[in-house]
């Protein structure tokens, strides 16, 4: 089950990782709402425009996803997938790559990081994708992917 949940969640390697099609720095707002409807809401927060998909505009495996717009360029800069189903450690592992050993150049390998409000998370930098856990510091709370910066 898990598996099959992922699978909804992660799409082909590139650049910045794309999710269902929409790939952070390169599609724009019109591709996000041709593929998905209009959002369930718009808002604007620090300047730019979100998309979000909750309740029954949720997005098939998701309990919500967001969708951070400039609105200059109409180009999507991130999307934040907050998972339906409970996804555990070991499922983003064997999905997206072990922790970073020695040869941290590798494109499918993270390194365990704590954010500023002590939460835990995985960054496969390579990859633009960084994944949160919850307080259990063994489930998935969400998915940011964004370009990757140089």
């Not at 309990?63 to 999507?76: G, H, K, L, M, S």
């Not at 790559?97 to 998370?121: I, Q």
């Amino acid at each position: 089950m898990r598996t099959a949940v992922l699978s909804l969640l992660i799409a082909t390697a590139s650049l910045a990782r794309p999710w269902h099609g929409i790939e952070p720095g390169v599609s724009k707002r019109q591709n996000v709402v041709k593929k998905f409807g209009e959002p369930s809401k718009t808002l604007t927060q620090n300047g730019k425009e979100i998309l979000a998909y909750l309740g029954k505009e949720a997005i098939r495996g998701t309990e919500q996803a967001q969708f951070r717009i400039d609105p200059a360029t109409q180009t999507v800069e991130r999307i934040d997938v907050f998972p339906g189903p409970k996804i555990d450690k070991e499922a983003v592992e064997s999905t997206y790559g072990p922790m970073c050993g020695a040869d941290k150049k590798r494109d499918d390998c993270y390194l365990k990081r704590v954010s500023e409000d002590f939460r835990t998370y995985f960054h496969y930098a390579r990859m633009g994708l960084a994944i949160f856990f919850n307080e259990d510091g063994k489930t998935v709370h969400s998915f940011i992917f964004q370009p990757v910066k140089k």
